[in-house]
């Protein structure tokens, strides 16, 4: 495998990818026009891991098996203390067994992870 996209499902597509686009500075992909005319946005993190956003009444009706499927992620930066300190909501860092770590929210209050790399 040479990319891993992961698939995340949201009440409000436009307000969480402006959340990710503002605060990551993350490009976008493409934008994709579903059946139900709502629209699925995929970002590019790096050049191997996108996130690909759905809209939860989507997913609720073309594959409800998988709406509730919410993996906790985590992701890895070198400007961890940076992060921390710009992240709106961010907690407190932590050791984890060796691993300093925080996490912060999203508009929609889903939690994140931010390991220090």
Known sequence: ????????????????????????????????????????????????????????????????EVLDNVPSLMFFSENFETLHEQLAGATPIVDDNGQLAFGFPDPEGTYFAVGKA
């Open 1 to 64: 495998m040479n990319k891993t996209r992961i698939m995340l499902y949201v009440k409000d597509v436009d307000r969480v990818v402006q959340f990710w686009q503002e605060t990551f500075d993350l490009p976008l992909v493409a934008t994709n026009e579903l059946a139900d005319g709502s629209q699925n946005v995929v970002l590019q993190m790096n050049a191997g891991t996108e996130l690909s956003f759905f809209s939860r009444a989507f997913i609720q009706a073309h594959s409800p």
